[in-house]
């Protein structure tokens, strides 16, 4: 596959540059004279901080400790560049490093507006950082994530100071992201909505079906015919749980659309009731179509047993077709509300984190298996 190729020519590239960074840094390691390699490694260090280039700042900071607390012409150090350009994985090695003096690093740094940490995370993130979400709503989501964990490390003082302007980190935060909980707000609407018309057109479907079962009552005792077909079986259980899960998906999306849309819904509650209501209109969707399998199994299907393979070849398509649309979306929800990126520290041999512990796999392993992920995405909402 195309995409494939494109990611194996991805990583030979990536590894190719490793080896190039390693060259780089044994020519500046023979120079011997500290204050020119000081030089030569404080604007590297400070770029890689703003391009989430963790491996530059792992192997600088691994020649030059004192590195972290280098600062750029502003009196940003790696920490507050970090955190303005929303580079996770330097923010986890810097914060991981148990030789480094954390309360230094998060003490109020102020610079012309009298800004601190706080200030700087409630900013409105880097537009290609941005562009990596899905959704106005997903991007909020990620921006709050950012100013939670924030608030977690600084000093409880930091919420409430405030700058030349008079703003203290919430009024900027706000300030800052008032278009994005507005299209947020859209974005959630618009989804809840069309999806909701499904849920219910699915439930009135499924509710007539249960009525009126396929192949009639007896007139007098108003039991079904095929009560003890195997496959009228199959029917009321696949019915019922349509029934029950596009009910459920139904008020899920409702209580969407009735809801505050405050910036802090974005963070769990919406995207939550927006997992729950999709995966229950996939199952829905899944046992309607299941329900009507069934049904033409016993109306058309009697002793006929070849009839099955085609059955089950067209139910496919329309439940792997919604799949396809859907599970990026869901996946994604997901990953975004209950995986956080600042995941759990590992510790490296020179104190630092390790590579590998920025993921939960391997660092090669999980970097092929992202770029698939982000491949894919790309293929199916390009169309191709």
Known sequence: MPSIRRIE???????KAKEVLKRVFKKIDKLGNIATQQFLYKEPILEAARRNAYEVVDEILSRSPEAIYWKDKKGFNIIHLAVTHRSEKIYKLIYD?????????YKPQLDSSENNILHLVGRLAPSNKLKSRRGAALQLQRELQWSQE???LADPTFTTEKNIYGETPGMVFTKEHENMVKEGETWMKSTAESSSITAALITTIVFAAAITVPGGSHQETGVPLFTKNAAFIVFAASDSIALCASTMSLLMFLSILTTRFAEQDF???LPNQLILGLCALLISTTAMMVAFGATLI???SHQKAWMLGPICGLLCIPITSF?????PLIADLILSTHFTIFGKPCT???GQLNRNGLWLFPSKLSEYILAVWHSCNNVIITGG
């Open 150 to 152: 924030l608030k977690k």
């Open 9 to 15: 020519k991805k990583m030979e590239e990536w590894e």
């Open 323 to 327: 799949a396809i649309l859907q599970f």
């Open 267 to 269: 963070l769990f509650d």
């Open 348 to 350: 490296s041999h020179r």
């Open 97 to 105: 490093n148990v030789n480094v003096d954390r309360r230094s690093l």
């Open 298 to 300: 016993l109306v058309f």
